[in-house]
């Protein structure tokens, strides 16, 4: 039976086939069968998580902390140099030069990504705004979102500033960030599942190294990424607990 790889559903369409010339690489490298399997939604990922279908995962930071503490996973590595932000966004012919400028009653579209959404709602709060207030509606993916914001189903939107940076520049055009958070802990990250610890350290070394040598070099570039960086359990756990305290 081959492990089960997957990617949280955040990461930019244009990537997708490097997804998937990093589990042949993976496949290759460990000499072992991965199967990737890709999700348009959070909550359908969550699913195959809960079900303990999932073996190795790119993880989101809220999802990180379930799939720490409730399923057995740890953190390899984490993407180099790279940290999760989240932006507002709202279209570029908006009134709103910042986020104070907001009004009661604005309709936003966000995704099932709790951390980005609850960073946004943060940085909502200078305009007073909040649940009792908004209209809200959920997408599955940053790409609806913009599409909510550019056809006028939306007043402001929250996005992972990476997934936002990495929409087209016709796209952007159409659109104006207001304030970007600025916490700089934050990430995604590899995380391995119990039935795969065995890989653990194999995979630690393998990743560490891949941007030393040609073909891994080039899966990375393919996939939007510089390297890879070594997660400590100490790490993990930090960022878990500050992602626990932003929830609540």
């Not at 290759?28 to 998580?49: A, C, K, M, N, Y």
């Amino acid at each position: 039976m081959p492990f089960n790889f997957t990617v949280s559903p955040d990461f930019a369409p244009d990537h997708m086939s490097g997804w998937f010339y990093f589990n042949t690489w993976l496949q290759r490298s460990l000499g072992t069968d991965i199967h990737l399997e890709l999700f348009d939604s959070f909550e359908r990922q969550r699913e195959d998580i809960r079900a303990g279908r999932i073996d190795l995962i790119y993880a989101n930071p809220y999802d990180a902390s379930m799939l720490v503490r409730e399923q057995g996973f740890r953190a390899v590595a984490r993407p180099a140099g790279t940290r999760d932000e989240a932006v507002v966004v709202v279209p570029a012919g908006s009134a709103a030069e910042a986020v104070e400028d907001l009004p009661s009653g604005v309709r936003l579209a966000t995704t099932a990504d709790p951390d980005v959404h609850t960073i946004g709602m943060i940085m909502l709060e200078p305009a007073d705004l909040d649940t009792g207030n908004i209209t809200q509606r959920e997408y599955d993916t940053y790409i609806l979102v913009a599409k909510a914001l550019l056809r006028g189903d939306a007043d402001v939107g929250f996005f992972l500033k990476q997934g936002f940076d990495e929409l087209s520049d016709l796209i952007k055009k159409q659109m104006k960030v207001l304030v970007s958070s600025q916490i700089s802990v934050v990430h995604h990250s590899l995380l391995v599942g119990p039935k795969m610890q065995a890989h653990f350290d194999e995979l630690s070394r393998l990743l560490i190294g891949m941007h030393a040598e040609p073909k891994g070099a080039g899966v990375l570039e393919s996939m939007g990424l510089k390297g890879w960086e070594s997660m400590s359990d100490e790490q993990t756990e930090f960022m878990i607990d500050l992602i626990d305290t932003l929830m609540t």
